[in-house]
Nanobody
Framework: QVQLVESGGDLVQPGGSLRLSCAAS????????IGWFRQAPGKEREGVSW???????YYADSVKGRFTISRNNAKNTAYLQMNNLKPEDTAVYYC??????????????????WGQGTQVTVSS
């Protein structure tokens, strides 16, 4: 079955960097879109970034220029490099995937499989 496992979350100071990883099994990253979402306490889950099966990256305006999504097909792992982190980036970060052809995007309803999440805290 499909399993997505995130790692890399941590406590970091404002302006710092983190790289999140999403290891996939039962799911081929090179053939299917993968997305990164986050959910802060008391807020709805929001899309941060996604990468299409062809490798094209997309970003929410709030993270454009600071976050970079990538994948390593050989390792079947996706990454989210986060630079210049701000306190408002504090949230649980999730990766998500779908096997539905042509889906993806920044809407959580477009994804069928989710990881357990990893906590990112940006604070001095």
């Amino acid at each position: 079955q499909v399993q997505l496992v995130e790692s890399g979350g941590d406590l970091v100071q404002p302006g710092g960097s983190l790289r999140l990883s999403c290891a996939a099994s039962g799911f081929t990253l090179g053939l299917n879109p993968i997305g990164w979402f986050r959910q802060a306490p008391g807020k709805e889950r929001e899309g941060v970034s996604w990468i299409s099966n062809s490798g094209t990256p997309y970003y929410a305006d709030s993270v454009k220029g600071r976050f970079t999504i990538s994948r390593n097909n050989a390792k079947n792992t996706a990454y989210l490099q986060m630079n210049n982190l701000k306190p408002e980036d504090t949230a649980v970060y999730y990766c998500a995937g779908t096997l539905r052809t042509g889906w993806g995007g920044l809407q959580s309803r477009n994804y069928d499989y989710w990881g357990q999440g990893t906590q990112v805290t940006v604070s001095s």
